[in-house]
């Protein structure tokens, strides 16, 4: 058992439309709150010293979805930086993302790109949106990318381990995975770097999760013997 705070922690928003349907409300209204909710999630995750939040925002998978809500998901973040950027800073946050963003409308990409900017030097949370972001294609792009140093003779062909993070969108090891509303898969969402983190699974719609939801999934998480493959910690 380990009373440590998770330094990086990864969530699966899940849940937004039947959020939204069991509510009469549209698949859409479901994501807008789910926003909301990362900010208030954002702040709480400041708050406790989490170091580092990873959202799954967007997935490589989403674009299947009806254009309509792939319209309405591709212009969030911009409308989500353009509410909270402020408040973000004032709080010392700093926004990076993870994914291949030049699938988005550029207006999204210029707003995405302005937060990363403005918050480069903060030092408190770091915010982490995976937008267009798979980990199948996160491993082949780094896969291509070694293979191709290593054909231009810029290094050997001798990759270990703790090398392989130069080569990911997302180089920290994560200690918390939870997935929202019930479901309980990782859907392609940081198949390297949750190797040995713990998952907890809440039935909690993600527009519904809560600062108190959150502390009773740290506090779960606490419980944990982390044993990383060896004997007791
Ligand atoms: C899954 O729920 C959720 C998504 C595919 C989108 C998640 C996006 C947000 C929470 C908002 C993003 C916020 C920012 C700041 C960019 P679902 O719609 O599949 O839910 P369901 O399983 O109930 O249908």
């Given amino acids: 058992m380990s009373l440590e ?3 990086t922690v990864a969530i699966i928003m899940d849940g937004n439309g039947r959020w939204a349907k069991a509510k009469g409300l549209p698949r859409t209204a479901g994501h807008k709150q789910g926003a909301t909710n990362v900010r208030d999630i954002a702040l709480a995750c400041n708050e406790i010293g989490i170091k580092k939040l990873i959202l799954y925002a967007f997935s490589t998978e989403n674009w299947k979805r009806p254009e309509e809500e792939v319209g309405f998901l591709c212009k969030l973040p911009g409308v989500f930086f353009n509410m909270f950027i402020k408040e973000l800073m004032e709080k010392n946050i700093r926004v990076t993302f993870a994914g291949e963003l030049n699938r988005f409308p550029q207006d999204t990409q210029d707003v995405i790109n302005k937060a990363v900017s403005m ?5 408190g949370l770091e915010l982490c949106l995976a937008i267009n972001y798979g980990s199948r294609r996160e491993l082949l792009l780094g896969i291509q990318k070694y293979a191709s140093e290593v054909a231009q003779g810029l290094r050997e062909n001798d990759l270990e381990e703790d090398e392989m993070s ?3 969108m997302v180089e920290e090891e994560v200690d918390l995975m939870i997935r929202t509303s019930g479901e309980q898969r990782i859907s392609n969402y940081l198949l390297w770097q949750i190797a040995y983190a713990e998952l907890i699974f809440t039935p909690v719609a993600w ?3 809560d600062k108190k939801e959150l502390e009773r999934c740290i506090s779960e998480y606490q419980k944990r013997d ?3 493959g060896g004997l007791t910690s």
Avoid: A, S, V, W
């Fill in 166 to 168: 130069k080569y990911l």
């Fill in 119 to 123: 918050t480069e030097n903060n030092t």
């Fill in 5 to 7: 705070i998770p330094k």
């Fill in 207 to 209: 527009p519904d999760f």
């Fill in 226 to 228: 982390r044993r990383f």
